[in-house]
């Protein structure tokens, strides 16, 4: 129920960019980074190689993304939850925090 309230809050920040003229990306595939935390991860799929470098498998399906953060990662054993708000940004929520963090395309792919 805490995760449908999130994304309610969250689904402000999805209506600014939509109106604001931003087109929707075909998929959340890809390379991602963090400003914030300067972290990156990438998608393919339903695998994730994330920020640690672990290789997880993970519900997909084109515009989300969700995965239980394995043993060594930031978040270790919380549910973290992205969708996808345009080809360039995305939201990356972890269980129990209230606000999801913007996620960028990295600039240069990752290795």
Not at 58 to 65: E, V
Not at 77 to 89: A, D, F, K
């Amino acid at each position: 129920m805490r995760t449908k309230t999130v994304w309610t809050a969250a689904a402000a920040v999805l209506l600014a960019v939509a109106t604001s003229g931003a087109a929707w990306a075909d998929a959340i595939d890809g390379d991602w980074c963090s400003s914030k935390s300067r972290r990156q991860l990438n998608i393919q799929g339903r695998v994730i190689i994330t920020p640690a470098g672990e290789r997880v498998d993970g519900r997909y399906d084109r515009h989300n993304f969700d995965y239980l953060a394995p043993t060594g990662e930031l978040e270790a054993g919380r549910h973290i939850w992205m969708r996808l708000v345009n080809e360039t940004m995305m939201l990356f929520l972890v269980d129990g925090e209230t606000t999801p963090e913007v996620w960028n395309r990295c600039a240069k792919p990752i290795a």
